[in-house]
């Protein structure tokens, strides 16, 4: 996969399908790679004639480090966010949207359709709202407008992803730690089978694992604080996808986000928690591109 060097990092990334097509950029949550998007899922989109570009955020895959000199102290960083505290950080969603619009840039993409889950909905809301002229439609799915009254995670799965695996430095037992997490955090009613589960984990945790990255990410999330302000700017069509059962990012934390987009539509998804499920790939590649298609029309 080639790399770009944007705002001064290099930046993995992958674009499938005919350059010609209309573009979607893909931007994958928290900790994840651009693995993490389904190749089953970015294969329908291309069939439904777009061109798929997926890339690893900042600080995970392949994608360049921002090195601190102290390891993030989260717990601390967690209890100023709540109370609405200033939270020190390396660099916020705004760069995050930045380096995305880096990206378009270096591809010679105009404009493109955004689609992003978890936390990078909120990195595909901010670059909606900053960078309008860019963006042909909006797609966020099992993300928050930051708003903490309706975002807070079931204990359980908070627990989970903050938990550390029993040896860090063991790849078996990285994998096996990670399959757990997501057994707690996924969809209830479209559970993965085991051992596809592992395998697809096995193949981002080979690629890459950085535990330290994702702690820069978390700082980027709670420094960027409520977007409910920045969500009213939003004007590009908009598409909010959320499980009904995501223990992670409440369905009322989308509910919220699509509150405070204009014409915002939302789609809840019965039985789905806070993963891509294999059972539902279909209805999220149909819903996405009809979106877009409809965008498009406009």
């Not at 901010?126 to 963006?135: G, K, M, S, Y």
């Not at 990285?174 to 395998?199: C, D, K, N, T, W």
Request: charged share 20%; aromatic share 4%; net charge positive.
């Amino acid at each position: 996969m080639p790399l770009v060097e944007i705002n001064g990092l290099k930046i993995e990334y992958e674009s499938l399908g005919r350059p010609g097509d209309p573009a979607i950029v893909l931007i994958m949550g928290l900790g994840m790679q651009l693995v993490a998007w389904p190749d089953a899922f970015c294969n329908g989109l291309v069939e439904r004639g777009f061109r798929v570009i997926r890339f690893d955020n900042r600080d995970s895959g392949l994608s360049g480090r921002i090195h601190l000199k102290k390891r993030p102290n989260l717990l601390l960083a967690f209890a100023s966010a709540w109370l609405k505290l200033p939270v020190r950080s390396p660099y916020s969603l705004s760069d995050m949207a930045a380096d995305t619009i880096g990206l378009l840039d270096a591809l010679g993409v105009d404009r493109a359709h955004i689609v992003g889950a978890s936390m990078g909905g909120m990195i595909a809301q901010v670059l909606a709202a900053r960078f309008p002229q860019r963006v042909m439609s909006l797609t966020s799915i099992m993300s928050s407008s930051g708003n903490p009254k309706v975002s807070r995670a079931r204990a359980g799965a908070m627990q989970a992803l903050l938990s550390k695996p029993s040896n860090p430095k063991d790849e078996d037992s990285v994998i096996e730690h990670l399959v757990g997490v997501f057994g707690v955090i996924g969809s209830p009613g479209y559970p993965a089978e085991r051992e596809e589960l592992r395998q697809r984990i096995a193949r981002s945790v080979r690629r890459a694992y950085d535990p330290a990255g994702t702690s820069r990410q978390v700082l980027a999330i709670l420094a960027s604080g409520d977007r409910r302000a920045l969500l009213a700017k939003i004007t590009a069509p908009t598409l909010v996808i959320h499980g009904a059962d995501d223990p992670l990012v409440p369905v009322a934390a989308g509910r919220d986000t699509a509150h405070h987009i204009k014409g915002a539509q939302l789609k809840v998804i019965d039985g789905m928690g806070h993963d891509l499920p294999q059972a539902l790939l279909d209805t999220l590649v149909e819903s996405i591109a009809a979106h877009c298609l409809k965008s498009q029309a406009r």
